[in-house]
């Protein structure tokens, strides 16, 4: 199982980028997907969660700005991210908790993408 992340970029203040992380490989389904980023010099944070279901959670330092989504049938999540300010420039992770099933045995682990750097000039 891997997790493949696009769509990082340089982008002045006030414009828009959309992320894109897709799970590939042996997959039975996949729970919570979320992304993180990491600022320079700065511990990694949680930015953004979507359950199964579409039940969506938020920082607070990006709510109203980025919105997650995902397609279940592409086990693929999306972080559109809107009003971009300096401060949000960062390497963004997706993060994702898959299940696989090999003969009777079902695991569930969590997984990352490699990160997409996301630069915001002001």
């Known amino acids: 199982v891997q997790l493949q992340a696009s769509g990082g970029g340089l982008v002045q203040a006030g414009g828009s980028l959309r992320l894109s992380c897709a799970a590939s490989g042996r997959i039975f389904s996949v729970n919570d997907m979320k992304w993180y980023l990491q600022a320079p010099g700065k511990q990694c944070e949680l930015v953004a969660v979507?359950?199964?279901?579409?039940?969506?959670g938020y920082a607070d330092s990006v709510k109203g700005r980025f919105t997650i989504s995902r397609d279940n049938a592409k086990n693929t999540v999306y972080l559109q991210m809107n009003s971009l300010k300096p401060e949000d420039t960062a390497v963004y992770y997706c993060n994702a908790e898959i299940v696989s099933r090999v003969l009777q045995l079902t695991t569930t682990r969590d997984y990352w993408g490699q990160g997409t750097q996301v630069t915001v000039s002001s």
């Open positions: 979507i359950t199964r279901g579409g039940s969506t």
